[in-house]
């Protein structure tokens, strides 16, 4: 199916949806929930939270759908969503995890080994950056781990360009300073 067939799919479902035709929610559910499963996953690896934040970002969207205009991609308004839920669900758990333990400390700033699994440097990532604040952590997964632009950052977050690239700039210090200061110990 084309992008376009696709968006005309999503903006007919909203429609029906908003009108309280629960069989074009369950529908927009189907064709987004790998995307929005995967973006979340970004932001929490307990497969308990996971599936809750899932959940959390597809009732967001069924009681924000009044706000939906069809003028812009269902999927980017579904992002949005995704993307402030993941940084509210951060900012509810404010509180530090554990530090890095050295060893992950040292793996991490080192480039990970040949024999390293993927899943596991993956690990590592999602671990340091626990460490940081969860605005910290939202520009760094927005920008290095999804991948996007600046303006894209921006436009998911609310925040002007200038604003993601000091954060970003931030981030990446206190992020260089945790793993150094882990590394030290």
């Known amino acids: 199916m084309s992008d376009s067939a696709a968006a005309d799919e999503d903006s007919a479902d909203a429609g029906a949806a908003r009108g309280g035709d629960g069989k074009a929610f369950a529908r927009l559910i189907r064709r987004h929930e790998a995307a929005v499963a995967a973006r979340m996953w970004r ?18 969207a069924y009681q924000g759908l009044g706000g939906y205009r069809a003028s812009g991609p269902f999927a980017h308004w579904l992002a949005v969503i995704a993307v402030r839920a993941g940084y509210a669900y951060w900012r509810a758990r404010a509180r530090r995890p554990d530090a890095l333990d050295e060893t992950a400390a040292r793996r991490l700033a080192e480039s990970p080994p040949p024999g390293t699994a993927a899943a596991e440097a993956g690990e590592l990532v999602h671990r340091a950056l626990a460490c940081l604040p969860p605005r910290d952590r939202l520009v760094l997964t927005l920008l290095y781990l999804e991948g996007r632009t600046v303006a894209e950052a921006a436009e998911l977050t609310g925040w002007s360009r200038v604003m993601v690239k000091v954060q970003a700039w931030r981030a990446r210090a206190k992020l260089r300073k945790a793993l150094e200061t882990e590394d030290e110990r």
Do not use: I, K, N, S
Not at 43 to 60: K, M
């Open 43 to 60: 932001f929490t690896r307990d497969p308990g939270a996971h599936a809750d934040l899932v959940q959390e970002v597809f009732v967001a």
